[in-house]
């Protein structure tokens, strides 16, 4: 009987894994787009392509660069606490760690 508990244990980490993934890069793409949009807003060109290139701006590098990974972190926070309560709705049970 543990063998069936500890596959479904299993079944359940990776199903998780999955879910919370998916979660996290669906989140990222809406950011990132989200982000390329607000700055072509706010500035009226186009985001760094390649913040590291010599052609970039220091400035425009790294306000690119602080900007988008605060974004997307707080986004995939979001997103994983999301599929988390999805996941809770849905089994009833907290998801696997």
């Given at each position: 009987?543990?063998?069936?508990?500890?596959?479904?244990?299993?079944?359940?980490?990776?199903?998780?894994?999955?879910?919370?993934a998916g979660a996290a890069?669906?989140?990222?793409?809406?950011?990132?787009?989200?982000?390329?949009?607000?700055?072509?807003?706010?500035?009226?060109?186009?985001?760094?392509?390649?913040?590291?290139?010599?052609?970039?701006?220091?400035?425009?590098?790294?306000?690119?660069?602080?900007?988008?990974?605060?974004?997307?972190?707080?986004?995939?926070?979001?997103?994983?606490?999301?599929?988390?309560?999805?996941?809770?709705?849905?089994?009833?049970?907290?998801?696997?760690?």
């Amino acid at each position: 009987m543990k063998k069936k508990r500890r596959a479904r244990s299993q079944k359940d980490q990776v199903t998780w894994m999955l879910v919370g993934a998916g979660a996290a890069m669906l989140a990222t793409m809406v950011i990132e787009r989200s982000m390329t949009a607000g700055w072509r807003a706010v500035t009226s060109k186009a985001p760094p392509a390649k913040p590291e290139s010599l052609e970039t701006s220091w400035g425009s590098a790294l306000m690119w660069t602080a900007a988008s990974a605060i974004a997307v972190g707080i986004g995939q926070v979001i997103a994983r606490r999301g599929a988390a309560l999805g996941w809770q709705r849905a089994t009833g049970k907290l998801p696997p760690l």
